[in-house]
């Protein structure tokens, strides 16, 4: 028999309706003799509410209190579960994550988890429990409440399967798995059996948002077998593996991602001399704006060089008044900027073992009549930076040429 931790989100458990549903089914592992952890979110919308709330008062509550608040949607989701379950005659306990020792540092509202202490939990396990924990939170060494940033009950979910060394962690969601890319823009996008945790990285920072980041490094770190599937449906979700292990079967690309959030700025002429993109990024960083792709452009006379880099959309104009500074400080330069663009990146770790990737693109996307304006690759992406009217052209365009398609039913 095996142990499962089962993490359920807000919407998974936002009506007593739904979460009498999650109880048949976490009453139905029981029944056949496994051993299980819930992690339940609070109700879709609770947390949102709870921080309109704060925001009523002001911009930027206090960050204690604004954990103390925002945690007592989860605490709701876990009486209700338990409750539930025990009236289904599934006996059930609830708690906490500082009942549990779930130990943070003090980083409030994003902190991170330090230590678990799974005694309690193997204990109630071993009466035959069931034991449901609140998912994005913790406490700190003196006893403060923290949670674990948005969507930080995945995270939980994961920590505790670690913990426990279960034989996995199962996060219900409303998507039935991790698809080769979003299925609103590519019907033909498909669902993947496995996914390697590097891929899953690549493919939730770009924009599936399937998953917290970190509960997705987390389960690399501590090679927690980890499935993404449907609450609502049944079927075999998605395996995230820490590595693919047939490399014969790879799949070339395992996925595109793609995000319309993003801009370019450029600096022409800059000199070309020692320095000068530190002393472009420099003020760029200081400034708390996050780069993303950096291209310098080989300067023809030898005197001067283009460079060009991106941030996310919402920083272009703060990122295009630093520019200013920086090109008055140089007494050089004319700055360009372009805020449609998108990003569209192949993903896959069988690209390690293939050359011509980067050219099969570049010729798919050549024969849309996309235009390419910017490259960047790392062992197992490959991005491009085109305009953003053309984005889900090309999406659509890579998935095919790539076999990516499901087969039509
Ligand atoms: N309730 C929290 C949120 O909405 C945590 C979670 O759902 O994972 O971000
Ligand atoms: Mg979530």
Do not use: W
């Amino acid at each position: 028999m095996a142990l499962y931790v089962q993490k359920f989100g807000g919407t998974s458990v936002g009506s007593i309706e739904r979460i009498k549903a999650v109880a048949e089914k976490v009453k139905g592992y029981r029944d056949e003799g496994h051993d299980v952890v819930v992690v339940v979110s609070a109700m879709s919308g609770e947390t949102n509410r709870l921080i309109a709330l704060a925001n009523e008062i002001n911009d930027d509550p206090t960050p204690r209190e604004m954990d103390m608040l925002v945690s007592t949607g989860e605490q709701v989701t876990i009486a209700l579960l338990s409750m539930t379950l025990n009236h289904m005659g599934c006996p059930a306990i609830s708690y906490t994550g500082s009942q549990v020792s779930i130990v943070t540092d003090s980083s409030h509202t994003k902190a991170r988890i330090k230590k678990i202490d799974d005694d309690k939990i193997r204990n109630d396990l071993n009466l035959g429990r069931v034991v449901v924990v609140a998912g994005f939170q913790g406490a700190d060494e003196e006893g403060n409440i923290t949670t674990l940033g948005r969507g930080g009950s995945d995270t939980t979910g994961v920590a505790l399967a670690a913990a426990l060394k279960a034989d996995e962690c199962q996060i219900f969601t409303d998507v039935d798995g991790v698809y080769t890319t979003d299925p609103r823009v590519c019907s033909k996008a498909k669902r993947l059996e496995t996914v390697t945790v590097e891929e899953m990285l690549e493919l939730a920072s770009l924009g599936s948002k399937v998953l917290q980041i970190r509960s997705v490094e987390f389960a690399g770190k501590y090679n927690v077998p980890l499935r993404v599937l449907s609450s609502f449906q049944d079927g075999p979700g998605t395996l995230i593996v820490a590595e693919e292990v047939d490399a014969m079967e790879e799949p070339l690309i395992s996925g595109i991602a793609f995000t319309a959030n993003e801009a370019k700025l450029t600096v022409l002429n800059a000199p070309d001399m020692p320095g000068v993109a530190s002393r472009i990024l420099g003020p760029v960083g200081d400034a708390n704006i996050e780069v993303d792709m950096i291209v310098q452009n080989v300067a023809p006379d030898g005197k001067t060089t283009d460079f060009t880099f991106t941030v996310a959309r919402g920083d272009y104009k703060k990122a295009m008044g630093v520019l200013e500074g920086v090109v008055e400080e140089m007494g050089s330069g004319e700055i360009s900027g372009d805020n449609g663009i998108a990003k569209v990146s192949l993903v896959g770790v069988g690209m390690r073992s293939h050359a011509g990737v980067a050219s099969k693109m570049f010729k798919v996307l050549s024969d849309e009549g996309i235009n390419i304006r910017m490259v960047s690759t790392s062992e197992i992406k490959i991005s491009v930076v085109i305009d953003e009217k053309f984005m889900e052209l090309a999406v659509r365009a890579l998935h095919t040429a790539f076999g990516l398609d499901k087969e039509e039913d």
